[in-house]
Antibody, heavy 121, light 110 residues
Framework: QVQLQESGPGLVKPSGTLSLTCAVS?????????WSWVRQPPGKGLEWIGE???????NYNPSLKSRVTMSVDKSRNQFSLKLSSVTAADTAVYYC??????????????WGQGILVTVSS | QSVLTQPPSASGTPGQRVTISCSGS????????VYWYQQLPGTAPKLLMY???LRPSGVPDRFSGSKSGTSASLAISGLRSEDEGDYYC???????????FGGGTKLTVL
């Protein structure tokens, strides 16, 4: 079955850019799925960051849209997240997830294990 | 302030039935499917219910989902200690063009 694994720096400096990658195994990133990023600040709830389709089409959370870029690398079967101008408020566990339906959204299965990213100097 | 509203906490004793509500609006729950996620302590969220009331394979039939208008509910019957954790509802929002989550409900098994 499909498995997801996040990777990237665990520490990012304020005003810098957070860059994460999600490796997809057990399936193709070119299948009819949307690929999403969700984050969870320590002790708080879940926040959807955005999604990317294998064609490169994206949808972003309006509150983060000006700072977010998502892309797909078909050759490596992975997708990525870039969040610019980060502040301490961006400190969170970042999860990648697959939406198995190309039509309906909000259906995340599976999830990666998550990666804690701390924004600090 | 989350777009979907959930009670911050819920509790019950082993064997009891507990219900968690999720309130939204016409642009999200009222016109799109609702999904429920279970997050046990220290773990990633896990899909618990999809398309309002369907259980993924492996999820016990003690869990059930329902929806009416702009509100949805997750019911857990025969409560067990291993059900203790956080529960989130989610839905697509047509106005925001994105997925919105509830603030989460912390379930305690007394």
């Amino acid at each position: 079955q499909v498995q997801l694994q996040e990777s990237g720096p665990g520490l990012v400096k304020p005003s810098g850019t957070l860059s994460l990658t999600c490796a997809v195994s057990g399936g193709s990133i070119s299948s009819s799925n949307w690929w999403s990023w969700v984050r969870q600040p320590p002790g708080k709830g879940l926040e959807w960051i955005g999604e990317v389709y294998h064609s490169g089409t994206t949808n972003y959370n309006p509150s983060l849209k000006s700072r977010v870029t998502m892309s797909v690398d078909k050759s490596r079967n992975q997708f990525s997240l870039k969040l610019s101008s980060v502040t301490a408020a961006d400190t969170a566990v970042y999860y990648c997830a697959r939406d198995p339906s190309p039509v309906t959204r909000g259906w995340f299965d599976p999830w990666g294990q998550g990666i804690l990213v701390t924004v600090s100097s | 302030q989350s777009v979907l509203t959930q009670p911050p906490s819920a509790s019950g004793t082993p064997g009891q039935r507990v219900t968690i509500s999720c309130s939204g609006s016409g642009s999200n729950i009222g016109s799109n499917y609702v999904y429920w996620y279970q997050q046990l302590p220290g773990t990633a969220p896990k899909l618990l219910m999809y398309r309002d009331n369907l259980r993924p394979s492996g999820v016990p039939d003690r869990f059930s989902g329902s929806k009416s208008g702009t509100s949805a509910s997750l019911a857990i019957s025969g409560l067990r200690s291993e059900d203790e954790g956080d529960y989130y509802c989610a839905a697509w929002d047509d106005s925001l063009t994105g997925v919105v989550f509830g603030g989460g409900t912390k379930l305690t098994v007394l």
